[in-house]
């Protein structure tokens, strides 16, 4: 049989060849969703890696500007290699990354580290996705590709909430290095179970398009110029999306201050996002239920922007981990509030467009704001909350956007 004809029926017929494809990238997912050193990131950074909160704020800046810069050779070298070698690049970048935080504390090392960080992530960004439609396309699944890329995610949130409260206790009883050098070989693993994808031999890329970012973002700044909706809708989820994020960061600094114990800090990381998950159902219900979605996205950013307030003025540990877990339910699912609104305003083809666009503003605000938020923090962690609260409150009450839009 030639190698044409080959071709042509795994593409007409399901092949086994490629089905292991499926609970392998599961595991894969499950393995990089381990992350020990996520329950005492701040820990971690300012007393075993010796910065202060402004360098920290600095490596993530620069973070963001590399994951931005190599989003196109990362693509170029996944189309050359092949997705599966690409999946492995990343997890091997994964592990070097790994490697080079936990070996001592350097401020310049931990860029290097960054490095290769964002190499891996933004190597895997879109390569998993491509990898998949290919396995699913051999068993004549492309179009569930939704359902199983959900489960890939899902796999890594649930790794999330189980490593957190492990890398409190690792923290607590070997040491914070250790957190991150075991997170290296779990990466190793990941790498492994990388090396056995198998890459679809198929015609045409699989009916697969693949994203060019510069193409994607010169059509999605002229869809926004030119339509004033969907601009209104972007800024609104954009600025307070950003200022609400901040607590990823800032909310392990609160509670040293606070001299709350580190091995309750992955418990409480692992809360957050179990919290996130029950809220991420609940409020659509809500939204469902309302009148006027307006109201809801007011109610919202209100209490957010009340809750962050509040955060800079209690010196209560109990009280504090109540108003952190209330940002959490309300703030971090609100850009699914956008998602209607945004959708009636962009056609099918364009909505990649318009969201690569939007992400990459996002990264570049987060690049210039980190730094800012480190000098501010360096000063008065309890000053940077009630800033951020009265911000998401004033940029709540001059809103442009109505419930029509939503």
Request: glycine residues 6%; charged residues 15%; positive net charge.
């Amino acid at each position: 049989m030639d190698k044409t004809r080959e071709i042509k029926i795994e593409h007409e017929y399901p092949s086994k060849k490629y089905k292991s494809n499926i609970p392998k990238s599961f595991l894969f997912y499950f393995i990089l969703g381990i992350h020990t050193v996520r329950g005492v990131m701040i820990p971690y950074f300012t007393i075993w890696g010796q910065l202060t909160f402004f360098q920290l704020m600095i490596l993530q800046s620069y973070f963001m500007l590399v994951i931005f810069l190599l989003e196109i050779p990362s693509g170029a070298i996944a189309d050359f290699l092949g997705r599966n070698k690409a999946l492995s690049l990343s997890a091997l970048s994964l592990v070097f990354a790994a490697l080079f935080y936990s070996i001592v504390p350097n401020f310049f090392l931990f860029a290097l580290a960054e490095t290769f960080w964002a190499f891996g992530i933004a190597l895997m960004s879109g390569t998993d996705e491509a990898f998949m439609y290919s396995t699913l396309k051999t068993q004549g699944k492309e179009k569930e590709l939704t359902k199983y890329m959900a489960r890939n995610r899902t796999m890594f949130l649930i790794a999330g909430i189980i490593s957190a409260p492990m890398g409190s206790v690792i923290a607590e009883f070997i040491s914070l290095q250790f957190t991150m050098t075991f997170l290296a070989i779990m990466y190793a693993f990941a790498f492994i179970v990388s090396l056995s994808f198998k890459e679809p031999k198929l015609n045409n890329n699989n009916g697969y398009k693949p994203e060019r970012y510069w193409p994607l973002i010169k059509e999605g700044f002229k869809e926004l110029k030119k339509n004033k909706i969907l601009r209104i809708l972007c800024f609104d989820k954009l600025t307070i999306g950003i200022l609400i994020f901040l607590l990823f960061w800032l909310y392990q600094v609160y509670l040293e201050e606070l001299n709350v114990p580190i091995i309750l800090f992955g418990f409480i990381a692992s809360a957050i996002s179990i919290v996130n998950i029950i809220f991420m159902n609940i409020l659509p219900m809500m939204l469902k239920k309302a009148k006027k979605k307006i109201n809801v996205l007011i109610t919202v950013d209100i209490i957010c922007g009340i809750a962050y307030i509040l955060l800079g003025l209690t010196f209560n540990p109990i009280l504090g981990i109540i108003l952190i877990f209330t940002i959490v339910a309300t703030g971090y699912p609100r850009f699914l509030l956008y998602m209607n609104g945004i959708n009636k305003q962009v056609e099918s083809e364009n909505r990649a467009t318009v969201l690569s666009t939007v992400n990459m503003f996002r990264s570049l605000l987060r690049a210039i704001l980190f730094p800012i938020i480190g000098i501010i923090v360096m000063w008065n962690i309890f000053a940077i909350f009630i800033i951020i609260g009265s911000l998401i409150i004033l940029f709540t009450l001059f809103t442009r956007v109505k419930s029509d839009y939503l």
